[in-house]
Structures are given as structure tokens and as C-alpha cells.
């Protein structure tokens, strides 16, 4: 084959079960947070209450930290500390119409985002997702073309595969950086691909939030913290920041550690690369547990 004209494929993203529970997927996480009100409650996704649809020849496995079910559309995968869980499809699965480069993908649930978003919005609402807690949506749209390599992929020959919606989370009024919900809707409503980690947020840690938050709103309170951080970080002060609750990520297997920051983005010195910077209601610059350095990190 001729590599100028050798096909390409491109996933471009765009900004735009059974009824019987098991004993291990389905169980509920112990609560890592010292005090939580239904305010912060969060959520625990389960097999149980997905729309995914495994597929033939479903099988269960568990080693180390992780479970899985595993079938001939995709895998609902358990991260058995966090408690994250995630849907991951298999393409080529039996059934499945062909699509661009002959690999079977499924049908979308619809070409209007707006409704898709609706669609993902109703189903995690329905599965348990704290509805004060969601305070929009935002979509991803993931696309397949081909194209000569010498000439690159046409936009017009692009075909919409699917949209993926994304929950975003606020406890509050206030947003949680952190949390996620998103799923991919297939046109019976099945799950093609989904993630889900909403974790407890404590009520101290949301009303320390929500008091940062009304002393920035004084704007001599305002300008005293902005020149403190600022003091040591160029940026700072011209940047527009934004109180947040921020926690660790959902492959963290360290402790579970949340706080309300003053959150804000600024380019590297020398014009470098940006970088996200977070200071707490002294001025002190924050530092997340999984963000530190550890003996084992190498100098690149």
C-alpha cells in the first residue's frame, strides 16, 4: 500500500444488568469525609443503576485495586478505593453497524447536542445524582474521518460518532473541581462510554468556601488577599480567579483530601506554559497531597 494514500482515522474531541445486586460492585463506599450534610452528599455510581450493556459472554474480574465486568461491548471497570467507576467500549463487537474504516460503532443517540444533554442529564438524576449538585452541562463531540496521509483528514468527510455530555458539579454555589459525570447515549439510550466520581464533600469545607467567597466580593477585601498571593506569584493580581472546592482525583489512592481554594490561572515565567495556582483563605499558597513530589518522581 501506498503510504501517501494510506487511510487515516481521527477521534477528534470537541469543547463544544442484572437485577440482582452484586456483592462487591454494588456496594456502597464507606464516607472518607469527617462531616457531610445532604448538602454535600455525594454519589456512588453502580452496575445496578447504569445503562451499559456488557453484551455477550460477561465475565467478572478483580486484582489489586480494581473490578471489572467485562463483556463483548465494553467493561464497567470499579476502582475499589475511590470508588470511581468507568465505562470503557469495545468497537468491533458483534451486532454493531459498520462505520468509517470498517469498524463497527454503535448509532448515536441523536445529532443535537442540546438534546443529548438532556437525555444524560435525566438518566444520572434518576440514578441518584444530587440534583441541587448539578449546575450545567457542557458536550464533547467525538468524530471519525479518513484521508490520504499527504493531504490530512476533511472536515467534510468527517461522520459524528457520538456526543459525550459532562455533568458539572457545585456545592453550595460553589463549584467542585474534581467531580465528574459524563456518559455517551446510543440511539436505544444504552451506554457507550461513561465515568462517574462524585465524592462527599464536608460541610466545613463548603462553608469555609462560601465565606472566601463573600470576602472577595468587598473589593477592599479583595485587593489586600490579591496583593498578598500576588506578592510572590506574578499574575496573580490581573488574573480572574474564582473560589473553588477542589479534591483528589479519582486514580488517588492516597488519603482523600478536599479544600476550599482561591483558584486561579497564570502563564509560567518568561511566558512558559500556564499553570493552575490555588491559595487558601490566608494567602497560602495549596498544594494537593497528589501534586507533591515524592523520592520516586524522576527529574523530567
Not at 458539572?168 to 440511539?187: H, K, T
Not at 472577595?216 to 488577599?225: C, I, K
Not at 486514580?251 to 495556582?277: D, Q
Request: aromatic share 8%; with cysteine; proline share 6%.
Amino acid at each position: 500500500m501506498n503510504p501517501r494514500t494510506m487511510s487515516l482515522g481521527l477521534f477528534l474531541v470537541l469543547a463544544a444488568c442484572s437485577s440482582e445486586q452484586e456483592p462487591s460492585l454494588a456496594k456502597q463506599p464507606q464516607s472518607v469525609a469527617p462531616t457531610v450534610n445532604e448538602e454535600g452528599a455525594g454519589y456512588q455510581h453502580a452496575l445496578a443503576r447504569s445503562r451499559f450493556d456488557a453484551g455477550a459472554g460477561v465475565r467478572r474480574e478483580a486484582g489489586g485495586s480494581y473490578e471489572r465486568v467485562v463483556g463483548g461491548r465494553g467493561v464497567f471497570f470499579v476502582d475499589t478505593v475511590t470508588r470511581a467507576t468507568m465505562v470503557v467500549p469495545t468497537f468491533g463487537a458483534p451486532g454493531l453497524p459498520k462505520g468509517t474504516l470498517g469498524v463497527e460503532y454503535p448509532r448515536p443517540l441523536t445529532e443535537n447536542p442540546a438534546e443529548h444533554s438532556a437525555v444524560v442529564k435525566a438518566y444520572f438524576l434518576e440514578a441518584g445524582v444530587p440534583v441541587a449538585q448539578v449546575s450545567g452541562t457542557h458536550v464533547t463531540t467525538t468524530m471519525a474521518g479518513s484521508g490520504p496521509v499527504s493531504g490530512g483528514v476533511s472536515p467534510a468527510q468527517s461522520k459524528l460518532l457520538w456526543y459525550t455530555t459532562h455533568l458539572e458539579r457545585s456545592v453550595g454555589g460553589i463549584p467542585v473541581e474534581g467531580s465528574f459525570a459524563y456518559a455517551a447515549l446510543d440511539n436505544a439510550r444504552r451506554v457507550i462510554s461513561e465515568g462517574v466520581y462524585w465524592p462527599d464533600i464536608p460541610v466545613d469545607v463548603v462553608r469555609g468556601a462560601q465565606a472566601l467567597q463573600r470576602r472577595l466580593a468587598s473589593p477592599n477585601d479583595r485587593a489586600e488577599f490579591l496583593a498578598r498571593v500576588g506578592a510572590g506569584e506574578a499574575g496573580v493580581r490581573e488574573a480572574a480567579g474564582e473560589v473553588k472546592i477542589v479534591h483528589t482525583s479519582a486514580g488517588y489512592h492516597g488519603g482523600f483530601e478536599v479544600k476550599a481554594v482561591y483558584s486561579v490561572v497564570v502563564r509560567g515565567p518568561n511566558g512558559g506554559k500556564f499553570r493552575i495556582l490555588r491559595f487558601d483563605d490566608t494567602g497560602a499558597a495549596v498544594t494537593m497531597s497528589e501534586e507533591r513530589a515524592t523520592t520516586t518522581d524522576s527529574l523530567k
